[in-house]
């Protein structure tokens, strides 16, 4: 299971996204930018957890399963931001690789034996969303047609139906689970 993200780093303008954000209540003229603001190390250390931390796992993995002749299942964490575009610049784009990438190896591994999924969490109560602004938390909770974040152990659930037998027929597939707040 690929597992590993982040959705922030040093010098990806989130910072003055936010502050752009907040004035937006007192001036809804307020532009809130965040590319413009991104530099490229901020840019880099996001995709580089979040996308290149997957693959490197997966390759890991696969040269196991390779040597050992052995089938298996991998599981990469995607996140609906992925599909919606809602959320960090750098974030959105390296979950959309990953989903690109689960699709990609699922074609190449399955003559292997090998399945390769995705679950699409929605917002999860983790912490990757404690920093974020308590009026964005409610936000995002209120978007939720359950009107609350998943927990953690909602996630895990898709993830080991995946990871089972139960799932024998599943490659390629994506399970979205984030009660209701975007379709995919």
């Known amino acids: 299971v690929n597992n590993a993200g982040i959705g922030s780093a040093p010098g990806d303008g989130m910072d003055k996204y936010y502050a752009a954000q907040a004035a937006q209540a007192n001036d809804p003229s307020t532009p809130v930018d965040q590319t413009i603001h991104c530099e490229d190390q901020g840019w880099a250390r996001v995709l580089d957890v979040t996308l290149n931390g997957a693959f490197r796992c997966t390759r890991a993995a ?11 299942s991998i599981i990469n964490i995607g ?18 690789a990953v989903l690109g990438m ?26 990757i969303y404690a920093p974020l602004p308590q009026e964005i938390k409610d936000k995002v909770a209120a978007d939720s047609l359950l009107k609350r974040l998943a927990t953690p152990d909602e996630v895990a659930g898709a993830v080991a139906f995946l990871a089972s037998d139960d799932a024998s027929y599943a490659t390629g597939s994506t399970v979205t689970v984030n009660g209701g707040a975007y379709f995919s």
Do not use: D, F, H
């Open 62 to 72: 696969v040269r196991l399963m390779a040597e050992q002749g052995i089938g298996g």
């Open 79 to 96: 996140s609906t931001a992925a599909l919606a575009g809602n959320g960090p610049i750098p974030y959105c784009t390296a979950k959309a």
């Open 102 to 127: 689960t699709r990609a190896q699922a074609v190449e591994l399955a003559p292997r034996g090998i399945r390769v999924n995705a679950v699409n969490p929605g917002a999860t109560e983790t912490p």
